[in-house]
Nanobody
């Protein structure tokens, strides 16, 4: 079993930045994908960004050019740098580790973009 713990959420004004962190309890970067998802009130959970074990990244169209996913293997941590935040980015953000035989989720961290 792997624990994923997100941090870094909070309240930010439109145009601001936040960096989310996802700390894994052990090395899981052999996972097929490490990713960030989000869920806004009344909406389905959606993929924001993900990184394959080989380092290939995918982003939702709505965040391309504004968000960047990265990882620090030594710290077993995945990051999501979010710039130029918009009110529509408001959601609970979840970290995910997807392997061939597992699918782990963090507890989520709230991001609120509001003036």
């Amino acid at each position: 079993q792997v624990q994923l713990v997100e941090s870094g959420g909070g309240l930010v004004q439109p145009g601001g930045s936040l960096r989310l962190s996802c700390a894994a309890s052990r090395n899981i970067f052999s996972s097929v994908y490490m990713g960030w998802y989000r869920q806004a009130p009344g909406k389905q959970r959606e993929l924001v960004a993900r990184m394959s074990s080989s380092g290939i990244t995918n982003y939702a169209d709505s965040v391309k050019g504004r968000f960047t996913i990265s990882r620090d293997n030594g710290k077993n941590t995945v990051y999501l740098q979010m710039n130029s935040l918009k009110p529509e980015d408001t959601a609970v953000y979840y970290c995910n580790a997807l392997g061939l035989q597992y699918d782990y989720w963090g507890q989520g961290t709230q991001v609120t973009v509001s003036s």
